[in-house]
């Protein structure tokens, strides 16, 4: 079945899929302390301690006919000819061989000079869920570089993140909008919030919501949460809490109570079974028959931005998941809840972003 918005209907499609059985790399264990200022994540997926995604390793094992034209888009030939020669030729050996950062001769060399020339691998390198990235792809922080302007350019980078940031923010409009034609009042829940750009923006658009619905947004991050507090005070926004505790500690704030929900980016880079164990655990805060919204990357990136995902984990050891659309109905009802069905960040579509009832 197809898993898309039908067009100008604002429905959503429910979707199945078929897991697929893959074998991992064995990554060798070469030169590791000669990366320029790696992380213990980094090292830690340099030796395959840190497992690749086996739909992503399916890709990765694509014969170099099938792997080439990623090369050859806009974004590739953007990045390749601002960036040194010698980096760019070590970066496509290992992309088209298929081969993990340390399989690959001279890969520091590619890390030394990412980490040196990109504000957005160091910070996704030491922590994976920083929203400064998410500033830079949804449009609201300037890059600069030939690196980081190369995600923001790329499909998987600004491109699909943007439309997802849009995606969102218009279905849960329509979703809050519901509950208040039905209640005077809507409490809204953003787990791993950042700043909390979806909930501000939705209220500068919808002044409604500045007297009828509170947005808690739950994040960890001080900077984040810093950026955010400035935020609503420049927008004169008293609706909205910065919750600094974690997702999974909150049952005595939200005892069944919460209406709406934002899960967006949190999936991820989580493993099925850890995306069912999150479900599971954020459920008893929603009271019956409540929404939650969760976003999930899906297989799609890797088969139309291969490259784009290479670099990513291959320069910072991010382990993000690219499981086959449908999957995350599968995994909301495993938690739990009940499927309503899901829409995409059009036209990319590398987002299955799904709807769960309470």
């Not at 300037?142 to 302007?149: F, K, L, R, T």
């Not at 609503?232 to 999974?248: C, G, P």
């Not at 291969?306 to 999957?327: H, K, S, V």
């Not at 059009?346 to 309470?358: C, H, S």
Request: proline share 5%; with cysteine; net charge positive.
């Amino acid at each position: 079945m197809q898993g898309h918005i039908a067009e100008n209907t604002g429905k959503y499609k429910k979707g199945g899929a078929e897991m697929a059985t893959m074998t991992f790399h064995q990554a060798k264990v070469v030169g590791i302390d000669t990366v320029f200022g790696a992380s213990p994540q980094l090292i830690n997926a340099m030796t395959d301690k840190a497992k690749i995604c086996p739909h992503l390793q399916r890709h990765y094992d694509l014969p170099v006919e099938e792997k080439s034209h990623f090369l050859k888009t806009p974004e590739a030939l953007y990045l390749f000819g601002n960036i040194p020669e010698n980096v760019a030729k070590i970066l496509i050996r290992g992309f088209l061989r298929g081969t993990h950062g340390v399989e690959t001769i001279g890969w520091e060399k590619v890390v030394e000079y990412f980490r040196a020339n990109s504000r957005i691998i160091p910070a996704l390198t030491e922590n994976p869920g920083t929203y400064s990235m998410l500033e830079k792809m949804y449009h609201f922080e300037e890059v600069w570089g030939p690196i980081d302007i190369y995600f923001k350019m790329s499909k998987a980078g600004g491109q699909a993140l943007r439309n997802r940031y849009d995606a969102v923010n218009n279905y849960a409009i329509a979703h809050i909008n519901e509950v208040l034609a039905k209640q005077n009042h809507c409490l809204v829940i953003d787990v791993g919030s950042g700043p909390g750009r979806n909930g501000i923006d939705m209220c500068l658009h919808n002044p409604i919501y500045r007297k009828r619905v509170k947005f808690d947004c739950i994040d960890i991050d001080p900077l984040a949460v810093k950026l955010g507090e400035k935020l609503v005070l420049k927008h004169k926004l008293a609706n909205f809490s910065f919750i600094r505790t974690s997702m999974t500690k909150l049952n005595g704030r939200y005892p069944d109570n919460v209406d709406y929900g934002l899960l967006i980016g949190i999936l991820c880079g989580l493993t099925r079974p850890e995306r069912i164990g999150l479900l599971r655990k954020l459920k008893p805060y929603f009271r019956k028959g409540a929404r939650l919204m969760a976003a999930s990357l899906s297989e799609e990136m890797a088969q139309e931005d291969l490259l784009c995902a290479y670099i990513l984990r291959e320069t910072t050891g991010w382990g993000l998941q690219y499981p086959p659309l449908g999957e995350l109905r599968e995994v909301f009802e495993e938690a739990g809840w009940k499927y309503e069905g899901y829409f995409q960040d059009e036209p990319t579509r590398f987002y299955e972003i799904g709807i769960g009832i309470a």
